[in-house]
């Protein structure tokens, strides 16, 4: 506790919460469900049946109807697969979920893989024999993945064969919950920067640069993003689930479900779009695939089933032409992120001063935190969701990089202990994404000195300055440095993309090993290194931060980008070393606590809030 004050808040908001903290999926009942797939495998004549964490969207957030690799394993991790033989069984995991696939999986029924690029062709070569079938459902795998997993099966002779019918679903039946209708908004144009029928414009125009005529987009990200829509079919992620059909010189297609639409966003939809329903896209697939045209797919995000559909001859593979400008922002997005990261960061602050406050006096538990953190942000006026569940693990908890509480893991925030909290909110103009780890009482010199070379990687990345055409790959090593001189890494990413609204992690850019794509000005990446000790503690630093051009400022022959820090939260100082720092990181830090401070400040209206944030953010 930095002062003795103890705040004054006004009553909580009282609303549903945001996040949820129901116990995952009991993995005692893996074996019964295997039984019952084994069966549907021998009815079949198949060896082998592949389930991934996808859905037909292939995003992070699935809808309860598709989270078929939960229901059969009990993993619920945001990456991962499964393979079932007629004798043995597999979860891949990777780094990120290594603990808590060990404790939500039953490993009596199902083998924990880490999720390597070969992992699942390799143990099905291992398990399977020549000319036997694996089973896959081709509208959750991508075309690259069945191209890929048949490329590294053919030594073996070992066989793909789609099936129509989803065998999860068939096992799930009536059980299986309905599929969302989430009702759709517009998204205003003074939000996005750029209207909708200018940014179909701007697309046909790419589409007619590469003598292609339409374009088929499977990712709600994308489709939300080019006509200015939101919607709700999925949790954190504000999109509608829905397919689209765009033509070089016709208004596109839009397949989605009528009763996501009220009467205003069906009339403003119906300017640039026609609207189909979903059961009408086979047809025009088939259609597309008659008419002889050249049509663009992405191999890495669309499912196999639109190649088929659409038939090889006439497919032109290329990114998806929505990803490359959306991850750019325009002035207008770039001008609501600054604003969405005051007011989340005056939101975060008076959790911190609360946090210092009440765990010495009170006690504070992990569930507490998360219901504090989020009614902290909801007393905004402005929270529209919280962009992911809250990670608020303490102690041992804290070393489990994607840790989500429940009811059985909560624990309390203890003396002598760390407590990681990486959360983030939706805002109509910005999506954020934070993450600090606090010192609960006194921390070990072990800890100060993890804690300081974290927070050097992190500053490594915030200053870093780069010529055009740098990628995530080359600035990675920046993060790590100071953690390799004494033998650590993490098993992460050091950034990843942000959404305006949209996905909080966001393609196509990343600052990781497999960062292979250039940075440029526009982009809002997280800066967040780490350190995780099993069984001890975890420790990450994470700030939004915006590429800019600083050409102009820069007495150099080529375009030199840099980073500006959106995020506004001071770090903990209890857990710095200044003697670890050079002048440059103490002068980093300082600097940017001072304008934490001049940020936000005016934002509370609290007095003991104002005096943490003043001691918070006082110069090392």
Known sequence: MRNGLQPEHPAPIQRPMFQTFDTAAAPKHGADLLAGLRAELTKRRLAAYIVPRADEHQGEYVPPCAERLRWLTGFSGSAGQAAVTLKTAAVFADGRYTIQAAMEVDETSFEIVPLKPSALSDWLAEHLKPGESIGFDPALWTIRQVQDLKTKLADSKIKLKPVATNLIDKLWAKNRPEAPIGNVQLHPERLAGKSAAEKIRELQ????????????????????????????????????????????????????????????????????????????????????????????????????????????????????PCVRPKAIKTAAEIKGARQAHTRDGAAVVRFLSWLDATVAKDGVDEIAAVKKLETFRTETGKLKEISFDTISGSGPNGAIVHYRVNAATNRQLQQGELFLVDSGAQYQDGTTDITRTIAIGKPTSQMV????????????????????????VDLDPFARRALWADGLDYDHGTGHGIGSYLSVHEGPVSISRAGMLALEPGMILSNEPGYYLTGGYGIRLENLVLVTDISDDVPGDRPTYAFETLTLAPFDTRLVDAQLLDDQERHWLNAYHAHVLKMLEPQLQDKVEKTWLKAACAPI
């Open 205 to 320: 125009a790419t589409l007619k640069d590469s003598n292609q005529d339409a374009v088929i987009l499977t990712q709600p990200e994308s489709i939300c993003w080019l006509l200015n829509i939101r919607g709700a079919d999925v949790p954190h992620t504000p999109i509608a689930l829905t397919f689209a059909i765009v033509h070089q010189r016709a208004k596109p297609e839009l397949f989605i479900a009528p009763e996501k639409l009220d009467k205003e966003t069906k009339t403003a939809l119906r300017l640039i779009a026609r609207l189909k329903k979903p059961e009408d896209l086979d047809t025009a697939l088939k259609a597309l695939g008659s008419s002889g045209k050249t049509v663009r797919l992405d191999p890495s995000s669309t499912p196999y089933r639109f190649e088929k559909a659409v038939g090889g001859r006439h497919i032109a593979y290329g990114t998806d």
């Open 449 to 472: 000195r993890h804690a300081t070379l974290v927070l050097k990687g992190h500053i490594a990345i915030a200053t870093a300055r780069f010529p055009k055409g740098t990628r995530g």
